[in-house]
């Protein structure tokens, strides 16, 4: 079993719908999870940052954390075609160790 | 914009060959990481830098190598270069307690023949 697991898509969905990107992870000594976008031969863009468990929301992107489940989630609402790219999730236990990333999930909105 | 540097973009090399990687951080930032990330793969955590000292290592092998200087910009080493060691290079900074997370520059692409 990986360390934390992400559907790789395709997901698929049309502009202006709600997209809704999961990870789940098995390690619960992660505190610190990340959202990145990552274009076609792009570095990875961040877009969320939590620390433990709880909600944060920045423009039309919300960030899920719960860690009694071990399940963060990353809420795209009014999604554009703009937002067609690859996501990934990522978690640290703290300043000294690497990010442990997802597979990354491809997304495409549909004009 | 103070971002994260990376050069070169792109890099061919034979396999056996070493190759050297760089990378400056965004301004503020001390600490570097190195990533590797294959084709539809998430980036692998190669080494962490800070105070010029290698921290943290991922499971790479010793043929990867870096170093640090002392205005925080990175290299990374890779010796007897394999096929599969073909990917994007990633380079992140973060302070050393993260506090607004880890930026990443664009990455070097490496093809290995």
């Known amino acids: 079993q990986k360390e934390v697991e992400q559907d790789p898509g395709p997901l698929s969905v049309p502009e202006g719908a709600i997209v809704s990107l999961n990870c789940t992870y098995s390690?619960?000594?992660?505190?610190?999870f990340m959202w990145y976008r990552q274009y076609s031969r792009k570095g990875p863009e961040l877009l969320m940052y939590?620390?433990?468990?709880g909600n944060k929301e920045d423009g039309r992107f919300t960030a899920q954390v719960d860690k009694s489940s071990k399940y963060i989630s990353l809420f795209i609402r009014d999604s554009q075609p703009s937002d067609s790219a690859t996501y990934l999730c990522?978690?640290?236990?703290?300043?000294?160790?690497?990010?442990?990333f997802g597979k990354g999930t491809h997304l495409i909105i549909q004009p | 914009d103070a971002g994260v540097t990376q050069s070169p973009t792109h890099l061919i090399k034979t396999r056996g060959q070493q190759v050297t990687l760089r990378c400056s951080p965004k301004?503020?930032?001390?600490?570097v990481s190195w990533y590797q990330q294959a084709l539809g793969q998430g980036p692998q955590f190669i080494f962490q830098?800070?105070?010029?000292?290698?921290?943290q290592r991922g499971n790479f092998p010793d043929r990867f190598s870096g170093h640090q200087f002392p205005n925080y910009s990175s290299e990374l080493n890779v010796n007897a270069l394999l096929l599969g060691d073909s990917a994007l290079y990633l380079c992140?900074?973060?302070?050393?307690?993260?506090?607004?997370?880890?930026?990443f520059g664009s990455g070097t692409r490496l093809t290995v023949v």
């Open positions: 390690n619960s000594a992660f505190q610190y």
């Open positions: 990522a978690m640290v236990r703290g300043g000294a160790d690497g990010l442990t």
């Open positions: 992140a900074s973060s302070l050393r307690v993260p506090g607004d997370g880890y930026t």
């Open positions: 939590t620390y433990s468990s």
């Open positions: 830098y800070y105070e010029e000292e290698e921290r």
């Open positions: 301004s503020g930032h001390d600490t």
